[in-house]
DNA sequence: AACACTACCAAGCAAGCGCTTGGTATGTAA
DNA sequence: TTACATACCAAGCGCTTGCTTGGTAGTGTT
């Protein structure tokens, strides 16, 4: 019952502290190795009582990821929508995934990335489609620099690129070290559309 | 017993058949969802007798990791050697890296980065060991780079995203399609050194 | 002939797992 | 007052799991 930190955009109902609570169970010891119980005992009940919310476990799983993968998606449109370069929306994105990865939201992201094939076929198609919703906003930001002529890659190519640079920040990233979220955004922008992008780049 | 494709690296002893179907076991379904019984059923004994060869199952998890980084550490030494230049001794780990993920040794090089915390600490901390030596040769020449000023970020930042970059390929590249392993690895030496590096680089 | 070694089988145990069941306490609304 | 919903407990069932045990067959070696 140490009571799990709670996890950006997820409600502090008896449902949204089991999220919170599984989030991070899943994500520091992996789905199978966490059992209902430790779940239970995080939130302070007995574990029967986790299934008059949930049917199975699996679905909590799903509810994890349902609810990053939404959360995050709303996130990179905000981030787009502040922006008028593609440039600097490709920054805003990468910043947006960065805070979602290593910040507010880093236990339900990882466990997103990293338990994917844990769901059944039937779940897992329909996360993906969650997902392609999330992808596409970046496709359509790579699209337009690509356009531009910014980078000689190909766009789908290059995200893949983006998403392991990004996705693998949760093995090191410290927030509390010297690098900030930002300067690593940036790292990562100069790789896209290379270093002698901006104004006295620095 | 539809017997696994061998791991490169990994002999066809009775022991070794064994780690080779654990490899791409662990890789399809993870460490923990994969049974004893799975591994024996692959290479057609029963689930007892694996204890003949290996003392418990998280044994068997090393064993796939340690002969894995053994083998490509090899293989990252004879890359570096058969270069002078830094930048191509770069693009010669990038495609050593690459064929180790989705290539000869996918299966346990997938394991070995998605399984990691499996381990109990004693041989996590024993791995860890192994994978300092594999990254030392990277961060050597990478650090031959920088000295040269073909990049500006720390060295170590920088093979933090080119692990990303290469780590991620498992979950799209597909070696039947349009891009090859050099392709692609010609595209992240730039993502590293810039695009206008060498004569005609097309 | 005697022994040792490797590679395996057949059977099953103890523990841990997801999940079920039948019930209780509290709140809310007609 | 009755009715229903939400949120939980206490107990435990049935199954799967990693692993153990005691034994056997085949191959060398002395």
Same mark, same amino acid.
């Given at each position: ?9 997820? +409600? +502090?109902?008896? /449902? ?11 994500? $520091? ?11 239970? *005992? ?15 476990? =699996?679905?909590?799983?799903? *509810?994890? %990821? ?9 996130? !990179? /449109? ?19 995934? &960065?805070? *979602? ?7 339900? %992201?990882?466990?997103?990335?990293? =338990?994917?094939?844990? &769901?059944? *076929? +039937? ?16 496709? $359509? ?12 890659? $190909?766009?789908?190519?290059?995200? /893949? ?17 010297? &690098?900030?979220?930002?300067? !690593?955004? +940036?790292?990562?922008? $100069? ?12």
């Amino acid at each position: 019952m140490t009571q799990a930190r709670a996890v950006h955009g997820i +409600d +502090d109902s008896p /449902r949204g502290r089991l999220l919170s609570a599984a989030a991070q169970l899943f994500r $520091d010891k992996g789905y199978e190795r966490t059992t209902v119980r430790d779940i239970a *005992a995080v939130v302070g009940i007995q574990s029967g009582s986790i299934f008059h919310h949930f049917k199975t476990k =699996e679905e909590i799983l799903f *509810a994890v %990821m349902e609810e990053v993968i939404h959360f995050n998606t709303e996130r !990179l /449109r905000a981030a787009i929508a502040a922006e008028d370069r593609p440039v600097e929306r490709l920054r805003a994105l990468v910043r947006a995934e &960065l805070t *979602a990865i290593v910040g507010d939201t880093s236990e339900a %992201m990882t466990v997103l990335v990293t =338990e994917w094939r844990c &769901l059944n *076929a +039937d779940k897992q198609r329909e996360a993906l489609a969650l997902r392609d919703i999330y992808e596409q906003l970046w496709l $359509d930001v790579l699209a337009d620099l690509h356009k531009e002529g910014r980078f000689r890659a $190909d766009p789908f190519i290059m995200r /893949r690129l983006i998403t392991g640079m990004t996705g693998w920040t949760h093995n090191w990233f410290d927030q509390s070290r010297s &690098l900030s979220v930002e300067g !690593l955004a +940036d790292l990562i922008v $100069d790789r896209v559309v290379g270093e002698e992008s901006e104004e006295g780049a620095a």
